[in-house]
């Protein structure tokens, strides 16, 4: 009994493919998040300010406080849409 060999060009190619979708969607995904908190009405250079002082935060407790803030607009979300 042989064994199948396997296509390993075609296993890599495929794990490729699938990489390249999820960046897809996590980029769509990041957008749409942009859009739905109002965050698109700000100008670039602000956005990303916001975004890298966020990053760059080394207080606990503030990163709790943005956790909470986006967990209750993510409950009023799914409130609204189910409503």
């Known amino acids: 009994m042989m064994r199948k060999t396997r296509d390993y060009d075609a296993e890599l190619k495929a794990l490729g ?3 390249r979708a ?3 969607k ?3 995904q990041l957008g749409e998040l942009v ?3 109002g965050a698109d ?3 670039l250079d602000t956005l990303a300010g916001a975004l890298l002082a966020a ?3 080394a207080s606990t407790e503030e ?4 956790r909470a803030k986006g967990s209750a607009f993510f409950q009023r979300r799914g409130k609204k849409a189910r409503g």
């Open 17 to 19: 493919d699938k990489a």
């Open 22 to 24: 999820l960046k897809v």
């Open 26 to 28: 996590k980029v769509q």
């Open 35 to 37: 859009t739905s908190t």
């Open 41 to 43: 009405a700000l100008d």
């Open 55 to 57: 990053v760059e935060s």
């Open 63 to 66: 990163k709790e406080a943005w």
